[in-house]
Protein backbone atom coordinates (compact mmCIF):
# COMPACT_ATOMS: atom_id res chain seq x y z
CA UNK A 1 0.00 0.00 0.00
CA UNK A 2 3.05 2.16 1.13
CA UNK A 3 3.96 1.76 -2.52
CA UNK A 4 1.32 2.90 -4.32
CA UNK A 5 0.68 6.22 -2.59
CA UNK A 6 4.61 6.73 -3.65
CA UNK A 7 3.79 6.01 -7.04
CA UNK A 8 0.80 8.22 -6.96
CA UNK A 9 2.27 11.15 -5.18
CA UNK A 10 4.94 11.01 -7.71
CA UNK A 11 2.95 11.00 -10.73
CA UNK A 12 1.29 13.67 -8.76
CA UNK A 13 4.34 15.64 -7.85
CA UNK A 14 5.54 15.34 -12.06
CA UNK A 15 1.94 16.41 -12.95
CA UNK A 16 2.48 19.45 -10.46
CA UNK A 17 6.06 20.28 -12.07
CA UNK A 18 5.07 19.47 -15.81
CA UNK A 19 2.02 22.42 -15.05
CA UNK A 20 4.02 24.93 -13.20
CA UNK A 21 6.46 24.26 -16.59
CA UNK A 22 3.96 24.98 -19.02
CA UNK A 23 2.31 27.80 -17.04
CA UNK A 24 5.74 29.35 -16.84
CA UNK A 25 6.57 28.94 -21.07
CA UNK A 26 2.90 30.39 -20.98
CA UNK A 27 3.45 33.84 -19.43
CA UNK A 28 7.06 33.92 -20.95
CA UNK A 29 5.19 33.68 -24.68
CA UNK A 30 2.66 36.38 -23.03
CA UNK A 31 5.29 38.87 -22.41
CA UNK A 32 6.70 37.81 -25.47
CA UNK A 33 3.62 39.10 -27.39
CA UNK A 34 3.06 42.06 -25.27
CA UNK A 35 6.21 43.04 -26.12
CA UNK A 36 5.91 43.21 -30.04
CA UNK A 37 2.50 44.77 -29.26
CA UNK A 38 3.83 47.64 -27.67
CA UNK A 39 7.08 47.65 -30.75
CA UNK A 40 3.89 47.49 -33.39
CA UNK A 41 1.59 49.69 -32.09
CA UNK A 42 4.48 52.53 -32.10
CA UNK A 43 5.27 51.71 -35.90
CA UNK A 44 1.82 52.02 -36.23
CA UNK A 45 1.58 55.37 -34.61
CA UNK A 46 5.00 56.27 -36.59
CA UNK A 47 3.95 55.19 -39.84
CA UNK A 48 0.18 56.96 -39.40
CA UNK A 49 2.34 60.91 -38.72
CA UNK A 50 4.36 60.05 -41.64
CA UNK A 51 1.09 59.31 -43.90
CA UNK A 52 -0.54 61.98 -42.33
CA UNK A 53 2.74 64.35 -43.13
CA UNK A 54 2.45 63.39 -46.81
CA UNK A 55 -1.21 63.57 -47.46
CA UNK A 56 -0.40 67.31 -46.15
CA UNK A 57 2.60 67.76 -48.38
CA UNK A 58 0.45 66.46 -51.38
CA UNK A 59 -2.53 68.93 -50.43
CA UNK A 60 -0.14 71.54 -50.04
CA UNK A 61 1.65 70.40 -53.72
CA UNK A 62 -1.83 70.27 -55.76
CA UNK A 63 -2.67 73.92 -54.64
CA UNK A 64 0.72 75.09 -55.81
CA UNK A 65 0.03 73.29 -59.11
CA UNK A 66 -3.18 74.82 -59.66
CA UNK A 67 -2.35 78.35 -58.25
CA UNK A 68 0.78 77.79 -60.75
CA UNK A 69 -1.52 76.86 -63.55
CA UNK A 70 -3.90 79.77 -63.34
CA UNK A 71 -3.62 82.69 -66.47
CA UNK A 72 -2.79 85.37 -63.62
CA UNK A 73 0.41 83.27 -62.37
CA UNK A 74 1.52 82.32 -66.21
CA UNK A 75 1.47 86.46 -67.44
CA UNK A 76 3.42 87.68 -63.58
CA UNK A 77 5.58 85.01 -64.20
CA UNK A 78 6.07 85.75 -68.29
CA UNK A 79 5.99 89.52 -67.23
CA UNK A 80 8.25 89.22 -64.10
CA UNK A 81 10.74 86.76 -64.90
CA UNK A 82 11.02 86.33 -68.82
CA UNK A 83 10.40 89.85 -70.14
CA UNK A 84 8.08 88.33 -72.69
CA UNK A 85 4.91 90.68 -73.75
CA UNK A 86 1.85 90.01 -75.24
CA UNK A 87 1.03 91.68 -78.64
CA UNK A 88 0.32 95.16 -78.79
CA UNK A 89 3.01 95.88 -75.58
CA UNK A 90 6.03 97.71 -76.40
CA UNK A 91 8.98 95.85 -74.50
CA UNK A 92 11.07 98.70 -73.14
CA UNK A 93 14.88 97.54 -71.40
CA UNK A 94 16.67 100.26 -69.65
CA UNK A 95 19.99 100.90 -70.46
CA UNK A 96 22.93 102.62 -69.20
CA UNK A 97 23.92 105.60 -70.11
CA UNK A 98 27.18 106.06 -72.59
CA UNK A 99 30.46 106.26 -70.62
CA UNK A 100 28.97 105.63 -66.99
CA UNK A 101 30.77 103.29 -65.12
CA UNK A 102 28.74 100.62 -63.62
CA UNK A 103 28.23 100.46 -59.91
CA UNK A 104 30.86 97.95 -58.86
CA UNK A 105 29.33 95.23 -56.70
CA UNK A 106 32.20 94.34 -53.69
CA UNK A 107 33.44 90.85 -53.00
CA UNK A 108 33.27 89.89 -49.33
CA UNK A 109 36.78 87.68 -48.29
CA UNK A 110 35.81 85.17 -45.57
CA UNK A 111 38.13 85.92 -42.70
CA UNK A 112 40.37 82.62 -41.73
CA UNK A 113 39.66 81.24 -38.21
CA UNK A 114 42.87 80.44 -36.02
CA UNK A 115 43.05 77.45 -34.83
CA UNK A 116 45.59 76.78 -32.00
CA UNK A 117 47.53 73.71 -32.12
CA UNK A 118 46.55 72.04 -28.74
CA UNK A 119 42.85 72.64 -30.07
CA UNK A 120 43.55 70.80 -33.00
CA UNK A 121 45.00 67.99 -31.34
CA UNK A 122 42.29 67.74 -29.02
CA UNK A 123 39.64 67.92 -31.69
CA UNK A 124 41.33 64.37 -32.98
CA UNK A 125 40.48 62.86 -29.24
CA UNK A 126 37.75 64.20 -28.36
CA UNK A 127 34.18 64.92 -30.60
CA UNK A 128 34.43 68.91 -29.75
CA UNK A 129 35.45 71.14 -32.52
Do not use: C
Request: glycine share 4%; no cysteine; aromatic share 8%.
Amino acid sequence: MDAMKAWRSGWRLAIMVIGFAMLVLLVMDFNTRMAELGRLTAERQRVSALVTSLVNTQSALQTQVVEATTEAAVLYWAYTYEHMVEEGDTLIVPLQQPGSAPTPVPTLTPEPIVVNNWQVWLSLFVDEP
